[in-house]
């Protein structure tokens, strides 16, 4: 099977890279490779390569970045998810769309199931909201999965931050207003390869994270205790108080069921994410 990563040098598509390498014929788009806002390129190098499958993870993903620049988010991840799925529909190739669990406002009070309705609250979220729909509405054969709290070895992130500054006894400032489903994107690529397997196409919208949700202070205090760090080293501070550029949804947690209904497995628990990544990617 030929798959196609785009974004392959991100947090995640790092990962899906190297799950995918040994097990498929593997097409790696990086920015410098392919920009997916170059409708002409891609379509040509959609033909070239041929592939059966793409994921589609390259997008602009700083939140705050996204907020002072509109134009640039809705450019990259509006109308390079409809350049990309477009190319897809020409090429007959099965479309996977990367997208975000802030789609959501976060005010439900429960994990997010596929069928609730969006309600993004800050630029980021409505240009990836906008590329969901922009993707299913150019290929047939898209299946968008969102995805949460994400970390993993390749770029800076909340888990990495925290657990360096805490090896090192340095205080930690953790947002006590924020829930999500903490992911690990080796266990993220695990999953998608998965979906690559599944016989039956499916296409729509699929959420995928590992299992349960988590404060931002609860995923903090758990790494204190798995490096035997005191937890008076964080301090707790909100979104407000930091007084950052973008709205965060309060609790975008994830209800996975479907992707289990579909593969006949789930994610380990974050928990135990956490624990591998620090052994695998910060303690070695």
Known sequence: ?????????????????RRLAG????????????????????????????????????????????????SAAFQVNAEGARIVAEGCAAVGAFLIAVSTDYAFDGLEGRAYREEDRPRPVSVYARSKVA????????????????????FGGARSNFVRAAAERLRDGQEVPVVTDQTNSPSYTRDL??????????????????????????????VAEEIARI????????????????????KRPANSALDCSRFSVITGAALRPWREAVRSFLQEEVLR
Request: hydrophobic residues 40%.
């Open 1 to 17: 099977m030929r798959v196609l990563v785009t974004g392959a040098g991100g947090l995640l598509g790092t990962d899906l890279c």
């Open 23 to 70: 097990s498929t014929q593997l097409i790696r788009w990086t920015r410098e490779v392919v920009d997916v806002t170059d409708a002409p390129r891609v379509l040509s190098e959609l033909r070239r390569a041929g592939p059966e499958v793409v994921i589609h993870t390259a997008a602009m993903t700083d939140v705050d970045a996204c907020e002072r620049d509109p």
């Open 131 to 150: 590329g969901e729909e922009a993707a299913l509405k150019a290929c047939a054969r898209t299946l968008v999965v969102r995805v949460s709290g994400l």
């Open 189 to 218: 690529a695990e999953g998608f390869w998965k979906l690559t397997r599944v016989p039956e196409r499916n296409t729509g919208i699929l959420h995928l994270a590992n299992s349960g949700g988590a404060s931002r202070l609860e």
């Open 227 to 246: 490096l035997g760090k005191p937890a008076s080293l964080l301090r707790r501070t909100t979104w407000a108080a930091l007084n950052r550029t973008a």
